[in-house]
């Protein structure tokens, strides 16, 4: 199996799925679709490697039998769009969060496991250029050991829930933590790498805009060896039309510190400047489908694997528990048997 066919389901955020797929040699013939007509034409016209269009998922797999298939829809859908791709004998690359739920995040893994498909879930931050920077330097020990690492996500949610409105919906079933700032929880873990202890977390709905759970979250994990990580994100930021300001990392260590995009390492004078992305969302999508695409065809590890992504998730949900008990708690356990 030399060139794939690939699938891709959800023409939002997935046109960054399809252009990935679009650019790389491995991949023979692409199709895609989405309910919406209109986005099947503009996408069609804008990679002409696109071969066919569908408004119904089995459509797609009964006609196609893909190799592969990206799952770029709501967060709601992951279960039951995934499950039906690995009884079509498909691999899957699904944007996160895995699930909105640990019982779906749970069934979504023993389906790729039964199937003895891939499952990788494009939790794409870590493919940014700048992200794998700071990785790099902790591995290597450049930095010593993370003391504290602090990352935000300070959003205004206004524009995206008016032009997306399942986003806010009841039936999407995501918290902010869950739904947003498990790009910054998934990172704490990536980053320390080291097992989750516990988390201790507070919450609010407060602010005007409509959304049927916690806007407003703060975490704190404790990670084993003593590493304290921090996550606030929030649905209610009111930015100027000046635009956001850049201030939302800050890694204290052993032998150095990181702030924004600037390192200071210990024996040196000035701050560096880490490496970055013109266009970030768009690297790192194709990070994750060039890494996809290898784990299928030449056997390397899954770069992001559903149980990994799960821990992620529970770490989220383990947070929005403790907001609501007031106590803190630890995550789940995996437990796919």
């Known amino acids: 199996m030399d060139r794939l066919t690939v699938g891709v ?11 990935g797929f679009a650019e790389s040699e491995r991949v023979g013939r692409l199709v895609v ?39 770029v829809t709501p967060d709601h859908l992951h279960r039951p769009h995934s499950e039906r791709c690995f009884r079509a004998g498909c691999h899957v690359l699904q944007t996160k969060p895995l699930a909105t739920n640990l019982d779906d995040g749970r069934a979504i893994v023993r389906a790729a496991e039964a199937a003895g498909r891939v499952l990788m879930v494009a939790h794409e931050r870590r493919f940014r250029t700048r992200i794998r920077a700071i990785k790099a330097m902790l591995e290597a020990g450049e930095l010593g050991e993370v003391i504290h690492l602090r990352i935000d996500a300070i959003q205004d949610k206004r524009g995206q829930f008016r ?19 498990i790009h910054e929880v998934d990172l704490l873990r990536h980053l320390i790498g080291r097992p989750l202890e516990s988390v201790f977390a507070f919450s609010n709905r407060m602010g005007a805009l409509a959304f049927p759970k916690d806007k407003t979250t703060a975490a704190l994990y404790r990670f084993e060896g003593g590493a304290v990580g921090q996550v606030t994100v929030t649905y209610e930021a009111h930015w100027p039309k000046a635009g956001a300001i850049d201030d939302h990392f800050r890694l204290v260590a052993t032998k150095g510190l990181i702030v924004g995009n600037r390192v200071a390492r210990d024996g040196r004078e000035e701050w560096e400047m880490l490496p970055g992305d013109h266009n970030e969302i768009a690297v790192s999508i194709r990070g994750c489908v060039d890494a996809f695409l290898r784990s299928i065809l030449d056997g390397v590890p899954v770069a992001m694997s559903g149980r990994e992504a799960f821990a992620s998730l529970a770490a989220c949900v383990a947070a929005d528990e403790s907001a609501a008990t007031g106590r803190p708690t630890t995550p789940a356990r995996a437990d796919f048997a």
């Open 163 to 181: 032009k997306s409105p399942w986003y806010a919906s009841t039936e999407a079933g995501r918290t902010a933590l869950v739904g947003s700032g």
């Open 33 to 71: 679709c989405d309910p919406d007509a209109r986005r099947i034409e503009e996408i069609r016209a804008a990679f002409p490697k696109v071969a066919e269009g569908y408004s119904d998922l089995d459509a797609m797999l009964n006609a196609e039998r893909p190799d592969a298939v990206a799952i």
């Open 9 to 19: 389901v959800g023409l939002g955020l997935g046109r960054h799925f399809v252009a």
